[in-house]
């Protein structure tokens, strides 16, 4: 898919929204609930789950976030809270037009809502500004290469290559990388679980990208 957001489950679009869907549905979640709760556009998330329209990563976060799970649940089915050893051509990656790449490093387990990614940012990409998450989330950032732009709530913090940082995950949080050279940072979010995602709202605005 060159014109939009690319992935390597193997999953097509189509397939993609027919899980949002039926995500959506599982928590009794209007259509125009979900537009609602992501700030995404009505018309958008039909679009997305008819599989007729590519998701950027930042509108996939939007409605895993308002369905209180994560891009990792939409992507891939739940595996045995074992062992599992995910070789690079087991993960899931994400790749998004505006420059940038979420792979994703854990595995889907049954009733945990808990992803750790690894996030490339190639020069001068903005990644946006991602919606909060349930209270009680979690999130914790470490920059392996390069210089990130981490913003919560509107607070700007510039991590270097071997920083980390930490922030509720109940906060507007968006990612930058201003410098002429790749920025490559791992980030860790455990999400609380939401009994009632009907009742989840976000801060953010609306996005119809």
Known sequence: MSDGTTLTS???????GARIRGERRARGVSLERLAELSGVSRSMVSEVERGAKTPSVLVLDRLATALGTS???LLDEPVRPDV????SDRQQVVRDPAGWERRILSPVLPDIEFEFMRTTLEPGVDAGEFSPHAPGSHEYVAVEQGCLRLVVDGVTHRLEAGDAAYFPGTRRHAFANDSTG??????????????DPTRHHTSGGKHSA
């Open 71 to 73: 891009i990792a649940r």
């Open 10 to 16: 193997g999953l097509s679009m189509s397939e993609l």
């Open 182 to 195: 790749v920025c490559v940072y791992y980030l860790a979010m455990a999400l609380a679980p939401a009994a």
């Open 84 to 87: 599992v050893v995910l070789a």
